[in-house]
C-alpha cells in the first residue's frame, strides 16, 4: 500500500465533532454523512442543538446505528491513538486536495455561525480546508472530507452489490451500453493495429 493511502479497515476509527452546532438539518446531515461514510460515532457541543429539533432531517435514522453523543468539551471525545483534525477556514490551514488523512481521526468542524477557538487550533494535529469559493454549509463540509477519506484510501467497493444496497427502493435502472465506452473500445483496437502494422 502506498504511503498517502489509508486503510479503511475495521481497525480504523472516524469521529465527527460538530462545535455547537445550531441546525437540526446540518446535524442530521452529518448523521446520514457518518452512516454513508462508516463513522463510528457523531459528538457535539453546545445547547443550541438539544434547543431546536433534534435529528429532523435523518431520513435514514443513522442514529439507531450511529452515536450521536453530548460532550461539554469535544476534545474529551478523542480516543487514545486519534489524531484531531480540525476542519475550517483558518489561515494557514492545509488545502483539503493535499491533505493525507490519518489512519484515526476525529474531525472537528466549526459552527455554522463562528470558528473553532484558537486553543482548539493550537492542539489540533493537523487543519484542514476545503478550498471553495465562499463556505459550504455544516453538512456539505461533513460529507465533502469523509467522501475525500474514502476516495484517498481506494478501498471503496466497487461493485452492484454496493449499489443495490444504498440505492432508493425506487430506482431499478441500470446501464445497458453507453456509445463512448464502445468508441474507447474501438479506438484502443484501432491503435493496436496501427502498432502491428508498424512493428511489421
Known amino acids: 500500500m502506498s504511503e498517502n493511502k489509508i486503510d479503511l479497515t475495521s481497525q480504523s476509527r472516524t469521529i465527527i465533532a460538530l462545535t455547537n452546532?445550531?441546525?437540526s438539518t446540518n446535524v442530521g446531515g452529518a448523521m446520514r454523512a457518518a452512516g454513508c461514510y462508516d463513522a463510528q460515532k457523531v459528538v457535539y457541543s453546545g445547547e443550541r442543538f438539544n434547543r431546536s429539533v433534534r435529528l429532523a432531517a435523518d431520513t435514514q435514522k443513522v442514529h439507531e446505528i450511529v452515536p450521536l453523543v453530548h460532550?461539554?468539551?469535544?476534545?474529551s471525545a478523542l480516543e487514545p491513538g486519534m489524531k484531531l483534525v480540525c476542519v475550517d477556514l483558518i489561515e494557514g490551514a492545509t488545502p483539503l486536495p493535499n491533505f493525507e488523512h490519518p489512519q484515526n481521526a476525529m474531525y472537528l468542524f466549526g459552527p455554522e455561525?463562528?470558528?473553532?477557538?484558537?486553543?482548539?487550533?493550537?492542539?489540533?494535529?493537523?487543519?484542514?480546508?476545503?478550498?471553495?469559493i465562499g463556505c459550504m454549509n455544516?453538512?456539505?463540509?461533513?460529507?465533502?472530507?469523509?467522501?475525500?477519506?474514502?476516495?484517498?484510501?481506494?478501498?471503496h467497493q466497487q461493485d452492484n452489490?454496493?449499489?443495490?444496497s444504498s440505492r432508493d427502493k425506487n430506482n431499478k435502472v441500470k446501464i445497458?451500453?453507453?456509445?463512448?465506452?464502445n468508441?474507447?473500445?474501438?479506438?484502443?483496437k484501432n491503435l493496436a493495429r496501427?502498432?502491428?502494422s508498424n512493428n511489421s
Open 161 to 164: 452489490d454496493l449499489i443495490r
Open 113 to 132: 455561525d463562528n470558528t473553532i477557538k484558537q486553543q482548539v487550533i493550537n492542539k489540533a494535529d493537523a487543519v484542514v480546508y476545503v478550498p471553495t
Open 176 to 181: 445497458k451500453a453507453l456509445k463512448y465506452k
Open 194 to 196: 496501427q502498432e502491428e
Open 138 to 155: 455544516l453538512a456539505a463540509s461533513v460529507n465533502v472530507i469523509l467522501y475525500d477519506r474514502l476516495a484517498k484510501s481506494q478501498l
Open 21 to 23: 452546532p445550531k441546525s
Open 71 to 75: 460532550y461539554e468539551d469535544l476534545l
Open 183 to 188: 468508441n474507447l473500445i474501438k479506438e484502443a
